[in-house]
């Protein structure tokens, strides 16, 4: 999907100068990107649904191109018909001495009505191409063409996926092309947002296919020089001396009468002879992480924690005695005992998740982080409220479930994560005088890779399954904050993340859930 952002940001630029009938040419590469253009005012890179959607999108858009390059091809025969014909009443009329052929009046008035029929004629003929019109569906507010904000943020995307999985640029674009210039383009943003490691493993893949067969160096923007330049620097500034030198020696190689090169060479020993002699290594990505909740996502849970998880216990739950529950008990799986975590098997059917989606799917909005920044973007959500009968049914199946009172809990939130799509580590409660009691997470999907709901302070690490959904209080009885009950959202690598909340509050659940004096409970 990067890549196309950038192909398509260039395109469409180059594309909208053009105003005669060389644009069908241009129009060519114009289709190879047009998928990314998005039918709806919502952002479309932090949901792989709305991308997915794109796929129809596509197919009208190369309806009406294909259209409008056979409208424009017959009107232009029409063109090249009269000019033939224009030619032919020319050359009929030439003559030596034009003046004296002029002065017979008969032929003055031929040439003078012939000449203002056929060119009116031609004037008008040329006024019948559509290119305007299709330029105002290009420019229509239906579309919309990706920024240089969205080209960053899916860049940020990708770094995030590096991040905490440990990928290296051939382990991302496994099984897709992606180009030198658009490997350049990723380490250049990485450079500036201080990312040296990956910018300099970013700049190493873009060198390494400058020499691919598929290459296309006339339309080349980066050059080895210019790789050679930023992989030096990188390295430096990530703290890998030796590697930066090495670099920096290439660089002179391709030009050896170089001051500038030769200056920094020269500062680079010389930094080297008077710093430690230990260099962190630029070209392996650590797997070591003093972050636990990275070292969940990569699926590195502690020895304890497996062993306590295979201690946990799955039963048949009527909820107490619920009448709705007695015929169809639910389907309870113990994920941790302390803090209690409940995950409900089966608790929605395939059905009921579709409709969810479709009503969910026009209305989704892009989520962010309190922080608001580029690199906080998690994913589109959108609140459902009471209208539809299906929303109805999965708030009363919480409600029975967990045995607490919806008339205080918010409307379900249904939210999409993109590839990358992610919530950092967070307290569901915390922010308002009625406090989110509770958090029921519903699954509405599967995810082949990433995508876990982690708990780092207590080292849990629980997968999404479909129809499943996860249950945890995130008040003590007492109250207070449940400070082991921090968890989060780990980035999606491979797959389409949907998600269900219903968001519990503390009144009306007096009686349900009684408070506690004690300062532990």
Not at 220 to 225: A, C, F, I, M, S
Not at 476 to 504: M, Q, S, T, Y
Request: neutral net charge; glycine residues 4%; charged residues 25%.
């Amino acid at each position: 999907m990067y890549r196309l952002l950038t192909n398509c940001a260039v395109t469409v630029d180059m594309f909208c100068g053009f105003k005669n009938m060389k644009v069908i040419m241009q129009l060519l590469s114009f289709v190879a990107c047009v998928w990314i253009v998005s039918a709806a005012e919502n952002e479309i890179f932090s949901s792989t649904d709305q991308v997915m959607q794109l796929v129809e999108e596509e197919r009208y858009l190369l309806k009406i191109f294909r259209n409008y390059i056979t409208i424009e091809e017959k009107n232009l025969n029409v063109l090249k018909g009269i000019l033939e014909l224009l030619t032919q009443r020319s050359n009929s009329e030439d003559s030596e001495d034009s003046e004296e052929a002029m002065s017979n009046p008969v032929a003055a008035f031929k040439l003078i009505q012939r000449m203002r029929i056929e060119w009116v004629t031609m004037v008008n003929s040329t006024k019948k191409s559509i290119y305007e019109e299709f330029q105002v569906i290009l420019h229509s507010d239906i579309l919309k063409i990706p920024s240089n904000e969205d080209i960053a943020g899916a860049a940020l995307g990708l770094f995030s996926l590096q991040e905490i999985y440990k990928l290296y640029p051939d382990d991302i674009v496994k099984g897709t092309f992606f180009g030198e210039d658009e490997a350049y383009l990723v380490g250049n943003i990485a450079y500036k947002q201080d990312k040296f490691q990956l910018a300099f493993h970013w700049f190493l893949y873009s060198l390494k296919m400058l020499n691919h067969p598929d290459s296309r160096p006339s339309i080349r923007v980066v050059t080895k020089e210019i790789l050679l330049s930023y992989l030096s620097t990188s390295a430096y500034k990530f703290g890998s001396l030796p590697v930066a030198i090495n670099y920096t020696k290439q660089l002179l190689n391709l030009d050896p009468t170089n001051d500038k090169v030769k200056h920094l060479l020269k500062s680079y020993k010389t930094l080297q002879q008077t710093s430690i002699s230990y260099y962190p290594n630029i070209f392996k990505l650590s797997t070591k992480s003093h972050n636990t909740y990275e070292a969940l996502c990569r699926g590195n849970v502690p020895q304890k924690t497996i062993r306590r998880q295979r201690a946990l216990s799955c039963r048949y739950s009527t909820g107490g005695g619920n009448p709705r529950l007695i015929l169809a008990p639910l389907k309870e799986e113990v994920e941790w005992n302390e803090p209690r975590i409940i995950r409900y098997h089966d608790i929605i059917s395939d059905n009921e998740i579709e409709i969810l989606k479709n009503l969910s799917r026009p209305l989704l909005s892009r989520t962010m982080t309190k922080s608001g920044i580029l690199n906080t973007l998690v994913s589109q959500s959108v609140f459902l409220d009471e209208d539809n009968t299906v929303v109805v049914r999965v708030n009363q199946r919480v409600a029975d479930a967990t045995g607490l009172s919806m008339e205080t809990a918010e409307e379900l939130h249904v939210q999409n994560y993109g590839i990358g799509g992610r919530h950092e580590p967070h307290y569901d409660a915390g922010f308002d005088k009625d406090e989110r009691i509770a958090t029921f997470l519903i699954y509405m999907s599967d995810v082949k890779i990433g995508g876990a709901t982690v708990f780092p302070t207590v080292g849990a690490a629980l997968q999404p399954k479909k129809g499943s959904a996860v249950f945890w209080y995130n008040l003590k009885k007492n109250g207070d904050l449940d400070l082991r009950i921090r968890h989060a959202e780990c980035p999606v690598l491979v797959g389409n993340k949907w998600v269900a909340n219903k968001f519990i509050h503390e009144f009306g659940q007096e009686f349900r859930r009684p408070c506690s004096l004690s300062k532990w409970e």
